[in-house]
């Protein structure tokens, strides 16, 4: 069972977001990069599946130098291979082009189950995926939150608004991993020496035909933070609690008008 | 090429809210100087088709099939590809649905075009749209387009453009000639227990966090979720401490909502959950701590003990 894991590091969930120079990016002085939270899933996933069936795990990235720190994490948490491929500043939040990125990647390897998180935290798009699933020509689940893989197929659980679908897939297939799909693992110090001697194949993202300077299918022109809020109406509740209660439903009902 | 294609979602034959708001924007957008057009994708829809001429669709192209009847990423695809064929529109809208949001991107990678997810604002330039969105889950806000590629495939967050019923009926074509290849097959749709409402399709949530102090008081929150009319959601700590399931978490790692009231009982307001919920219409904070960063985006809030306030609150509602 050879699993490829796609993933992207991203700012620390922590971290506080400014704007950048250019006014379209975020200022990353000072950002740690981690892996994507829910790629982490996708990790934990295909190590569990490995380790069940045999195989191994391939984690591949597009971006920076910065990455290297989140795909040596991964590594250290038991994937055996790894692949990045240098660029993604210029392409950031561009979906199509990073699943031809990655796409380009993965057409000549072979796998049976290609694994993404849902989304990379930030720019929020949840695109790649799907977008990767039918480049490659592969079905996909999304959201996936119970994972059932036989020899030549799977059955999945995909969350919905209100409910559950059932899902099932032949092989080669592509999911998209949510949380509560598994409880990933940190990496141990073994590990992390271990992740040192493993082999990271580096890739030029110009070698792979996509010019980062050009072209592109989703383009930033303006990011600014939300606008501040004017401070609100708060009531002390803590010696007479039900006063304070009759007091915000009235204001919520008549200056509020939210009930 | 002119013209808006909305993908419209439903189901068990009955229509989605969250598509008939993106057919009304689609029509107030005056169709992008064309035809606002419809794709329905499913079984034994007629009605549903019928329907949506009164929300803003001219045209709706229907693709009756039983392998149609349950999602499926690949068949909808085909069908979303078909029209769009057909109506040659300069932009495809999708709610920001679970469907539409896995099916957006598929469906543009099939058009060689890139898509853009959960727009909040939509402007107009000259043919082309400009999309604001969240990112960094609400932390700041994107104005982006598609750098020229047509036709714009955009999915628009629920619950922030306004569903509007107005005269009109569409005309109703079917879709012919689909060639449905199918691998990945939805075998069935559990809905969870009693009808529960989802919180990233609510107008009201309330939600409930450490100072709940136990999965028992959630019946407390519910009780107020009930009395609003609400759903209930949940921070990170109340999720990851298995009080209740993931689907309800609302944060940078659960579902980023923004209903018109938002109320947050016993959740200090950690960064990651303030950027799930910090575009809501008016925010209630309820909390013991006077100093919860919760406080500082709250519209209205209640320094005090929840479990003294919310009863009484219920009450009061309940009188209204």
């Keep these: 069972m050879n699993c490829i894991v796609c993933m992207t590091s991203v700012p620390d969930t922590a971290s506080v977001i400014k704007v950048g120079g250019d006014g379209?990016?975020?200022?990353?002085?000072?950002?740690?990069?981690?892996?994507?939270?829910?790629?982490e899933y996708a990790l934990?996933?295909?190590?569990?599946?490995?380790?069940?069936?045999?195989?191994?795990?391939?984690?591949?990235?597009?971006?920076?130098?910065?990455?290297?720190?989140?795909?040596?994490?991964?590594?250290?948490?038991?994937?055996?291979?790894?692949?990045?491929?240098?660029g993604g500043q210029a392409t950031l939040g561009d979906s199509?082009?990073?699943?031809?990125?990655?796409?380009?990647?993965?057409?000549?390897?072979e796998y049976d189950i290609v694994l993404c998180g849902i989304k990379g935290v930030g720019t929020d798009c949840s695109q790649v995926g799907q977008m990767l699933a039918e480049l490659l020509d592969l079905p996909h689940v999304g959201v996936v939150t119970e994972l059932e893989v036989g020899d030549s197929s799977l059955s999945a659980g995909r969350d919905v608004e209100g409910g559950k679908e059932r899902v099932e897939s032949p092989l080669p297939a592509l999911v998209t991993c949510q949380k509560g799909l598994n409880e990933p693992r940190y990496a141990a110090l073994k590990g992390i020496m271990a992740a040192k001697k493993k082999p990271v194949e580096k890739i030029e993202v110009?070698?792979?035909g996509v010019d980062e300077g050009s072209g592109g299918f989703y383009k930033v022109e303006n990011l600014e933070l939300p606008p501040a809020k004017t401070a609100g109406?708060?009531?002390?509740?803590?010696d007479d609690a039900a006063v304070a209660a009759v007091e915000l439903v009235k204001l919520l009902r008549e200056e509020a008008k939210a009930i | 090429m002119a013209g808006i294609l909305v993908f419209v979602e439903q189901r068990n034959s009955e229509v989605r809210k969250a598509s008939?708001?993106?057919l009304s924007e689609a029509k107030r957008q005056g169709g992008a100087g064309g035809t606002v057009s419809a794709v329905l994708p499913g079984s034994g829809i007629s009605d549903a088709a019928a329907g949506l001429g009164a929300w803003g669709a001219d045209k709706v192209h229907v693709a009756d099939d039983a392998n149609l009847a349950l999602y499926s990423a690949e068949g909808y695809a085909e069908a979303v590809v078909k029209a769009v064929e057909q109506a040659q529109p300069s932009a495809v809208f999708f709610a920001g649905s679970a469907m539409g949001r896995d099916l957006a991107p598929r469906v543009a990678a099939r058009l060689g075009v890139g898509a853009i997810p959960d727009a909040v604002g939509l402007t107009l330039n000259g043919e082309s749209f400009s999309v604001r969105r969240p990112v960094y889950s609400g932390k700041a806000f994107a104005t982006a387009d598609t750098a020229g590629n047509t036709p714009q495939v955009i999915s628009l967050r629920p619950n922030v453009f306004a569903a509007e019923e107005m005269a009109g009926a569409g005309e109703v074509v079917s879709l012919d000639g689909l060639s449905l290849s199918i691998r990945a097959v939805v075998k069935g749709l559990v809905e969870a227990a009693g009808g529960e409402l989802d919180v990233a399709e609510a107008d009201i949530i309330v939600s409930g966090g450490r100072g709940i102090k136990g999965p028992e008081n959630f019946a407390l929150i519910k009780s107020?979720?009930?009395?609003?009319?609400?759903?209930?959601?949940?921070?990170?700590?109340a999720v990851d401490a298995g009080w209740i399931e993931h689907s309800h978490q609302v944060g940078q790692t659960g579902k980023v909502v923004s209903p018109s009231l938002y109320i947050a009982c016993g959740i200090s307001g950690a960064i990651q959950h303030l950027a799930g919920m910090s575009s809501s219409k008016v925010i209630v904070a309820i909390n013991k701590d006077p100093d919860a960063p919760i406080?500082?985006?709250a519209d209205y809030g209640v320094v005090g003990d929840l479990f003294d306030v919310i009863p009484p609150m219920v009450e009061a509602i309940k009188a209204l």
Aim: proline share 2%; charged share 25%.
């Design chain 1, 24 to 39: 379209k990016g975020i200022d990353d002085s000072g950002i740690k990069w981690i892996v994507s939270p829910y790629d």
């Design chain 1, 44 to 86: 934990e996933e295909a190590l569990q599946l490995t380790e069940a069936k045999g195989g191994e795990v391939t984690v591949v990235t597009y971006g920076p130098d910065s990455a290297e720190a989140a795909l040596r994490d991964c590594l250290a948490r038991g994937a055996h291979q790894a692949v990045h491929v240098l």
């Design chain 1, 96 to 109: 199509f082009t990073i699943a031809r990125v990655l796409a380009a990647v993965l057409k000549d390897r």
């Design chain 1, 206 to 208: 110009a070698s792979l």
């Design chain 1, 233 to 238: 109406t708060i009531i002390q509740g803590e």
């Design chain 2, 20 to 22: 008939l708001q993106a």
């Design chain 2, 224 to 237: 107020l979720a009930d009395a609003v009319g609400g759903a209930v959601g949940a921070s990170r700590a």
């Design chain 2, 295 to 297: 406080f500082k985006i």
